[in-house]
Antibody, heavy 121, light 106 residues
Framework: QVQLVQSGGEVKKPGASVKVSCKAS????????IIWVRQAPGQGLEWMGW????????DYAQKFQGRVTMTRDTSTSTAFMDLRSLTSDDTAVYYC??????????????WGQGTVVIVSS | DIQMTQSPSSLSASVGDRVTITCRSS??????LNWYQQKPGKAPKLLIY???RLQSGVPSRFSGSGSGTDFTLTINSLQPEDFATYYC????????FGQGTTVEIK
């Protein structure tokens, strides 16, 4: 079935980096983009960025520009999100999702299970 | 950036009730509006896209309406599994989520 499976939880110290992976299966990886969304404890959803399924084009939310890099490996159908210079404010669940173009809109139709990232000294 | 504002932030309802959640965008977004449902500890799930189109597999008691800047999610005959948090999201320019509306059991 169509699914996205993310890497396991991480505990990082302030100032470190974290790299989260998102492995796609059940569909053609290059036909769909991947987006990354995070959710801090008890908070709402925050879009972080997007990477094209067709090429390596990316679009990052202004808040994360300069601190996040999104890449992909088409040979393994895996997307990656690398976040640097972590602070406690980056403690959150990080989700990847498939970006699909639909009628009159585009939306995130398949989601990964989420990866917990804890930043603590 | 386009800002999305949902109301109410939370509501209490009973099984069988009709529930309405509204979402307003800071600028016109045509019908580029999606709704998601999220249950505690789970990933969000796409319910409605293009303001009013039901995602495959979503029960027909969910419906969406609106265009421009004002949108509505309606749940007819609320079921026990519908108690969750609902988010609107614009896809007109990049993507922005509303702050969420939690539907609780009365």
């Amino acid at each position: 079935q169509v699914q996205l499976v993310q890497s396991g939880g991480e505990v990082k110290k302030p100032g470190a980096s974290v790299k989260v992976s998102c492995k796609a299966s059940g569909y053609s990886f290059t036909n769909y983009g991947i987006i990354w969304v995070r959710q801090a404890p008890g908070q709402g959803l925050e879009w972080m960025g997007w990477i094209s399924g067709y090429n390596d084009n990316t679009d990052y939310a202004q808040k994360f520009q300069g601190r996040v890099t999104m890449t992909r490996d088409t040979s393994t159908s895996t997307a990656f999100m690398d976040l640097r210079s972590l602070t406690s404010d980056d403690t959150a669940v990080y989700y990847c999702a498939r970006w699909a173009t639909l009628v009159r809109s585009d939306a995130f139709d398949i989601w990964g299970q989420g990866t917990v990232v804890i930043v603590s000294s | 950036d386009i800002q999305m504002t949902q109301s109410p932030s939370s509501l209490s309802a009973s099984v069988g009730d009709r529930v309405t959640i509204t979402c307003r965008s800071s600028q016109t977004i045509s019908k580029s509006l999606n709704w998601y449902q999220q249950k505690p500890g789970k990933a969000p799930k796409l319910l409605i896209y293009g303001a009013s189109r039901l995602q495959s597999g979503v029960p027909s008691r969910f419906s969406g309406s609106g265009s421009g800047t004002d949108f509505t999610l309606t749940i007819n005959s609320l079921q026990p599994e519908d108690f969750a948090t609902y988010y609107c999201q614009q896809s007109y320019t990049s993507w922005t989520f509303g702050q969420g509306t939690t539907v609780e059991i009365k």
